[in-house]
C-alpha cells in the first residue's frame, strides 16, 4: 500500500506543483510529497512522528472531517501548532472515512480542474485503502489466532507459535518482552466497550512507534497485551519507554485519568518460545499496579519486590494466611482509627519513633500511645522482630487482596 499511495501522492503533487499528503482518519500519516512552500509544526510533527496530538485530531473531526463528502477547509490553530490553513478532501470506502487528502491552502488558490484532480485521487485512495484494508484483517486474524497460542497455558503450543510468526513475517527473532495494559474497571469484569476500544486504539498507536515486525498486540477481555521483539543494543530504557507511552495513549484515548490506567512489564526471554513466562510477570506487576499505588501505575515485575512473591499466590490464600491479630486491627480501623497506617508509617521506618512522627506530623508521644494500643488490639510485641514480620507482611498482603 505504502508504495501505491506514495505514487498517488507524487504524481498529484507534480500535477498540480503543491505540496501534498495523505492521513488515516486519525491524522496519522500514510504518505507524502516534498514540500513546494511554507510548512508548519503540525507538518513537521507529522511527518517525524507519524502522528499528531489528540487534541489536534479532534480539532479537525470537530469541523466536521467525518461528515464532508467534498472538499472542506481547516482554519489554521496557532495554539495546537496549525499555523497553516489546510484544504482536505474526505477518503471514503463504502461511506465510511477511512482517510483525508490533505493540501496547504499557502500554496495557493485550488482551480476547478485541480479540485477535479483531487477528488480522482480521493478516489484512487480509497481503492488503495480498501484493497489494504482486506489484506491486514486477514494478516491481523493471523497474528492474534498465532499470538493466543503463544500466550496460552499450553507449553506444546509456543514453540509453533513462535516459529510461524517469524516465518509468516509477523514478527522478527529476538528477546522478547510482554506489557501488559488495562484500566480501572470491576474486579473479575470484562472492560465496558468505550475501554476496550481506546485499550485497543492506545495500543495501536503504540505499536505505531516502534520499528515494523517488532510488536504484535491483542485485546482481551480486561486487559491488553504487547509483545515486544527487543533489538540487540535496545535496553531496559527502550522498554520502559515503550510502555510509558502506552500509558500515555490509553488514557488519552480512554479519557481516564493517569493513575486509572495501569500497565506491566514482564522481563526480557530469550526468544518469543518463552514469552508466555514475561506475559505472566506482567499480569502480575499490573494487578499489583492496580491496588497498590505506591509503585506508580507503570510497573515492572522486577521491581516489585515482596510484592512480586506475594502476588503468585491465590487471593484467597493470601487473605487465610494474614496475622489474625491484623484482621482485628483491620476491623477496628473500619469505625476511622488511624491505628493501621500508624503501624505502617512505624514499620516503614525500620521502627523509628521520630521519623514516623514526622511523617504522620504527630508528636511522638502521640506514635508511642498508639503503639501501644496496636499491640494490645493485635496481641503482638512490636519489639519482638517476628511479630513485626507478621505485621509488616500481613499490611502488605492486605493492599494486595484489597482489605485496606
Known amino acids: 500500500m505504502a508504495s501505491d499511495l506514495q505514487r498517488l501522492i507524487d504524481n498529484l503533487g507534480r500535477r ?11 491524522i496519522r500519516l500514510l504518505a507524502y510529497n516534498s514540500h513546494v512552500g511554507a510548512v508548519d509544526e503540525i507538518r513537521i510533527e507529522s511527518i517525524m512522528r507519524r502522528e499528531v496530538s489528540s487534541d489536534l485530531v479532534r480539532y479537525i473531526q470537530g469541523l466536521g472531517m467525518l461528515e464532508a463528502n467534498d472538499l472542506f477547509r481547516v482554519p489554521a490553530n496557532p495554539a495546537l501548532g496549525l499555523t497553516l490553513d489546510r ?4 477518503v471514503r470506502v463504502e461511506g465510511a472515512v477511512v482517510g483525508v487528502l490533505w493540501l496547504l491552502a499557502s500554496d495557493g488558490p485550488l482551480s476547478d480542474d485541480h479540485a477535479d484532480a483531487v477528488r480522482q485521487a480521493a478516489e484512487h485512495a480509497a481503492q488503495i485503502l480498501h484493497r489494504e484494508y482486506l489484506f491486514d484483517e486477514l494478516r491481523r486474524g493471523r497474528e492474534r489466532e498465532l499470538l493466543r497460542d503463544l500466550l496460552s497455558g499450553d507449553p506444546h503450543l509456543h514453540g509453533e507459535a513462535a516459529q510461524l510468526l517469524i516465518e509468516e513475517e509477523l514478527l522478527m527473532a529476538g ?8 484500566v480501572s474497571h470491576e474486579q473479575g469484569q470484562p472492560l465496558p466497550e468505550n475501554d476496550r476500544l481506546g485499550l485497543a486504539a492506545g495500543l495501536e498507536q503504540c505499536r505505531r512507534r ?6 504484535v498486540h491483542l485485546e482481551r477481555a480486561d486487559h491488553g497485551v504487547l509483545v515486544v521483539v527487543q533489538a540487540e543494543r535496545s535496553t531496559t530504557r527502550d522498554i520502559d519507554e515503550v510502555a ?3 500509558h500515555e495513549r490509553i488514557r488519552a484515548e480512554t479519557g481516564r485519568d493517569p493513575q486509572d490506567c495501569q500497565v506491566g512489564i514482564g522481563t526480557q526471554r530469550r526468544g518469543l518460545g518463552e514469552v508466555h513466562a514475561s506475559y505472566t510477570e506482567a499480569r502480575r506487576a499490573m494487578d499489583v499496579a492496580r491496588v497498590v499505588p505506591v509503585h506508580g501505575a507503570v510497573v515492572r515485575f522486577s521491581r516489585l519486590g515482596v510484592f512480586g512473591l506475594l502476588a503468585e499466590l491465590p487471593p484467597a490464600q493470601l487473605a487465610r494466611n494474614i496475622h489474625p491479630g491484623l484482621h482485628r ?3 477496628y480501623d473500619a469505625d476511622g482509627s488511624t491505628l493501621t497506617g500508624t503501624l505502617e508509617a512505624f514499620l516503614n521506618n525500620a521502627g523509628d ?17 498508639r503503639l501501644r494500643r496496636i499491640e494490645e488490639i493485635a496481641g503482638v510485641d512490636l519489639s519482638d522482630g517476628n ?6 507482611v500481613g499490611l502488605k498482603v492486605a493492599q494486595l487482596v484489597q482489605l485496606r
Open 244 to 246: 510509558a507511552v502506552a
Open 210 to 215: 516502534v520499528s515494523p515486525r517488532t510488536a
Open 175 to 182: 528477546p522478547a518482552v510482554a506489557i501488559v495494559a488495562t
Open 387 to 392: 511479630d513485626r514480620l507478621d505485621m509488616h
Open 16 to 26: 498540480l506543483a503543491r505540496s501534498v499528503a495523505i492521513d488515516d482518519r486519525y
Open 353 to 369: 519513633v521520630r521519623r514516623t512522627a514526622a511523617e504522620l506530623n504527630i508528636h511522638r508521644a502521640s506514635v508511642h500511645y
Open 329 to 331: 486491627l483491620l476491623e
Open 87 to 90: 484544504i482536505g478532501m474526505p
